[in-house]
């Protein structure tokens, strides 16, 4: 088990969530709901599940663009995106 990738990649999504859609909504249901219980297991799956689906298909992503390409890539998508909130156009 590579200890350092783990660790890195829990301190990259922590950091990169905190604050999100996800977690304001999660706060909202919780508001609205009073259970915590049944909203953290519901959240923790459908987060599970969509990070089981990253990572699976970046698997096979790579397989066909190399990984520095898609890095590039997704860096450029990162700067578009901020462009168009930046103008108010997303």
Do not use: N, Y
Not at 5 to 34: N, P, W, Y
Not at 60 to 86: E, Q
Request: glycine share 8%.
């Amino acid at each position: 088990m590579d200890w350092k990738l783990l660790l890195s990649t829990f301190a990259l999504l922590f950091l990169a969530e905190l604050g999100d859609k996800t977690q304001l909504a999660v706060i909202g249901m919780t508001c609205e709901h009073r259970q915590w219980l049944p909203i953290f297991l519901g959240a923790t799956a459908a987060l599970t599940l969509v990070t089981l689906i990253g990572v699976l298909f970046g698997q096979g992503l790579t397989r066909l663009i190399p990984a520095d390409l898609l890095r590039k890539g997704a860096a450029i998508a990162f700067v578009f995106a901020g462009v168009l909130v930046w103008f108010d156009l997303l």
